[in-house]
């Protein structure tokens, strides 16, 4: 398998991201972090440098739902790497509101962002990757893209099944068209981040720890889709793909 090492990570500011960053630097990956607080990937890419000197880390001020902006850091980190090999789509938001209790802003943001510009990302990504005709696409999914889910999760977990079918669809052609670049959608379980310091503790929920290593794991495998981590969401997976939708709303 092709190493891939020049990595572009969008949302690396913080939680997974930037777990995954780190993770990969110390497997001695060239970076491109990309995120809306530049003070923290400042800091982050200093921090980066001094553990692993060898490597390459650049970092671009980013917004993802400015679409243009996506292209622009996109073609500009290609530019300071000298290529880029995989790019993995992570920036997200968690929020959200039952539907029809008056916040159709929160529910809205969180579609631009998860799905909208997760396209952008898409787009910008594979228009670089066919140019090169190489290249590893990864797309943070959820474990919540399985099934419809009630309340504050109904926009968040229909985004993540939009870009989780994006992605397959994207694979498709590329298998069709037998075109050698590979395309990974992730659905990450319960992990403890930024994102879900707000919710209700469970047994099933995995340390940041354990999460981004199992993630960059099945990066690595370059696999069509992976459930991380595998204990307890594979078998999860099955069961909120088949239980009963009633049963399925009460343990989301």
């Not at 491109?32 to 671009?60: K, M, W, Y």
């Not at 539907?99 to 529910?107: L, W, Y």
């Not at 078998?235 to 343990?251: Q, S």
Request: glycine content about 8%; hydrophobic content about 45%; proline content about 4%.
């Amino acid at each position: 398998m092709t190493k891939r090492s020049r990595i572009l990570i969008t949302g690396a500011s913080s939680g997974l991201g930037e777990g995954m960053a780190r993770t990969f630097a110390a497997l001695g990956r060239d970076l491109a972090l990309c995120a809306r607080r530049t003070d923290r990937l400042q800091a982050l890419r200093e921090e980066l440098l001094a553990a692993h000197p060898g490597i390459t880390v650049s970092v671009h001020s980013l917004d993802v739902n400015d679409h243009q902006r996506v292209f622009d850091v996109f073609h500009a980190a290609h530019e300071d790497l000298g290529g880029l090999d995989r790019v993995i789509v992570n920036a997200g938001l968690g929020k959200g509101k039952p539907i029809g209790t008056g916040r159709f802003d929160a529910n809205l943001q969180t579609a631009q962002t998860n799905f909208t510009a997760a396209l952008a990302q898409c787009e910008a990504a594979m228009e670089i990757f066919r140019t090169q005709r190489n290249g590893h696409l990864v797309v943070v999914s959820s474990m919540s893209a399985m099934r419809g889910l009630p309340r504050n999760l109904t926009t968040y977990a229909a985004t993540k099944a939009g870009v989780s079918a994006l992605a397959e669809g994207i694979r498709s052609e590329m298998t069709a068209t037998r075109t050698p670049i590979a395309v990974t959608t992730l659905h990450p379980g319960y992990i403890a981040t930024d994102l879900s310091a707000g919710a209700a503790k469970t047994p099933l929920m995995a340390s940041a720890e354990k999460g981004v290593k199992s993630m960059v794991h099945a990066i690595e495998r370059e696999p069509h889709e992976a459930k991380v981590p595998a204990w307890p969401w594979v078998p999860m997976g099955f069961l909120m793909r088949h239980l009963p939708l009633r049963l399925v709303a009460k343990v989301s």
